[in-house]
């Protein structure tokens, strides 16, 4: 890059900025399989399957590190609910710092969903209110269980759509956010 190569914190920055998570794994994805899946969307720096400490059983969740932080948004913008081995994955932007995953700030609750409601479809309704950082539709061995969570980016989003979703009508039955 010549002599505007960014200082270390730079890169750490910029590096940050082009990693995804990849969420709702089946225990059989390895590495090698995310690497296939997300390669073409451009140069990897690398990919882990996170595993629980003790056991090494993955844990159902990854992540995806791209060389350029326009191949990661490309990815997140295209390829967010795909499928490997048959199962569709979440993807959002990797967030490592705590505080904003865990504040509350910007999470809704979303209850009363017919089951055919299913993550892409939470996520394509409610991107309307603002940049979600997260949102998932709780399952269990039998489908839907009826509820679901949004996290957005900011409590102006969240309460965008809290004003404009709630008491509205999805496949025959009136949410409740």
Known sequence: ????????????????????????????????????????????????????????????????NFRFPADAEWALNTMNFDLINGKP???MWSQPDDRLRKSGVGNIFIKHLDKSIDNRTLFYLFSAFGNILSCKVVCDDNGSKGYAYVHFDSLAAANRAIWHMN?????????YV
């Open 1 to 64: 890059m010549g002599s505007g190569e960014p200082n270390i914190a730079g890169k750490k920055k910029k590096y940050l900025k082009a990693a995804l998570y990849v969420g709702d794994l089946g225990p059989e994805v390895t590495e090698d399989m995310l690497y296939k899946k997300f390669r073409p969307a451009g140069p990897l720096r690398f990919t882990r399957i996170c595993r629980d400490p003790v056991t090494h059983s993955p844990l159902g969740y990854g992540y995806v």
């Open 167 to 175: 008491g509205v009508w999805l496949n025959n039955r009136q949410v």
């Open 89 to 91: 994955f979440r993807l």
